[in-house]
């Protein structure tokens, strides 16, 4: 079955760029989206359709998807990004998350 | 602007059937345009959609093959909302229940509810 894999953790100091990956079979071929979730809060949408951003979503946050990875960047990183964040795809008519990467800004 | 309000209860007995309604303001549960949709959360499982409904000229429901023998879930248009039914709950059900509207073809969850936090316990 079709699975999205990402690291546990990534850690960043403020005003750097994190990066995250999220890889699975032929990821590229497909739309990946990316969630942002801040403890006892509900996921945010932060990047779909690879690299596009919903009104309200600062630029600092870009995404990729090529190959087997689709990347989220944050650049210029800032202590509100301290959060969980999550890929999501579209398989065979199933969706896939990916389990999380916490990222830390210290 | 797109609201879901979850309702429901907080605990459920083993065996028991889970019912969590999401109430839509800002769309309709009717729109050609959006499937309405239940993905649970836990530590053991992660992010797990469950399944959706959606309107295109009739109603359709798409479930995860993990609960497709356990779940309904049905949309009431005279109350612009969704429901999740799941029926025989084990703890192993325990998580966050979140609706969510998304895509009829491969997308995002752009809103989301505020979660209920379900306990199976006796």
């Known amino acids: 079955s079709f699975e999205l894999t990402q690291p546990p953790s990534v850690s960043v100091s403020p005003g750097q760029t994190a990066s995250i990956a999220c890889s699975g079979h032929?990821?590229?071929?497909?739309?990946a989206s990316w969630y942002q979730q801040k403890p006892g809060q509900s996921p945010v949408l932060v990047i779909y359709?690879?690299?596009k951003r919903p009104s309200g979503i600062p630029e600092r946050f870009s995404g990729s998807n090529s190959g087997n990875t689709a990347t989220l960047t944050i650049s210029g990183t800032q202590a509100m990004d301290e959060a969980d964040y999550f890929c999501?795809?579209?398989?065979?008519?199933?969706?896939?998350f990916g389990g999380g990467t916490k990222l830390t800004v210290l | 602007q797109i609201e879901l309000q979850q309702s429901g209860p907080g605990l459920v007995k083993p065996s028991q059937t889970l019912s969590l309604t999401c109430a839509i303001s800002g769309d309709s549960v009717s729109s050609n345009s959006a499937a309405w949709t239940w993905i649970r959360q836990s530590p053991s499982r992660g992010l797990e959609w469950l399944g959706r409904t959606y309107y295109r000229s009739k109603w359709y429901n798409d479930y995860a093959l993990s609960v497709k023998s356990r779940i309904t879930i049905n949309a009431d248009t005279s109350k612009n909302q969704f429901s999740l039914h799941l029926n025989s709950m084990t703890p192993d059900d325990t998580a966050v229940y979140y609706c969510a509207r998304g895509p009829i073809a491969a997308g995002a969850f752009e809103n989301w509810g505020q979660g209920t936090l379900v306990t199976v316990s006796s």
């Open positions: 032929k990821l590229g071929d497909k739309y």
């Open positions: 999501q795809a579209w398989d065979s008519g199933n969706v896939v």
């Open positions: 359709q690879d690299n």
